[in-house]
């Protein structure tokens, strides 16, 4: 089973920069596309950004567009989320997701695989 693991997390200031990574387990794993979502106490889990490897295009929340950017590397089964002008609205656990199919990006019950996840928290 592959497993995602999650790390760069932490405690920053409002308007502060944090850069998270998520690497798979199994250098032999391939998937279609990897992403962020993110979950807030009470609230459900929300799509944050998306890279489809073929194409190397990015999809994202309307909420983050402009403030954080998703990158990685297919072949070392990483992927990456650069998050600027951070909020306080901002907090939250953020996971890492990989699927083996192609469809609706922003959808986490399309996602194969899950990290435990890594908490986020940004001061007013």
């Known amino acids: 089973q592959v497993q995602l693991v999650e790390s760069g997390g932490g405690l920053v200031q409002a308007g502060g920069s944090l850069r998270l990574s998520c690497a798979a387990s199994e250098r032999t794993f391939s998937s279609v596309a990897m992403g962020w979502f993110r979950q807030a106490p009470g609230k459900e889990r929300e799509f944050v950004a998306a890279?489809?490897?073929?194409?190397?295009?990015?999809y994202y929340a309307d909420s983050v567009q402009g403030r954080f950017t998703i990158s990685g590397d297919n072949t070392k089964n990483t992927v990456y989320l650069q998050m600027n002008s951070l909020k306080p609205e901002d907090t939250a656990v953020y996971y890492c997701?990989?699927?083996?199919?192609?469809?609706?990006?922003?959808?986490?019950?399309?996602?194969?695989?899950w990290g435990q996840g890594t908490q986020v928290t940004v001061s007013s």
């Open positions: 890279i489809r490897w073929s194409a190397r295009r990015t």
């Open positions: 997701a990989a699927r083996n199919d192609a469809g609706n990006w922003n959808r986490p019950s399309e996602y194969d695989y």
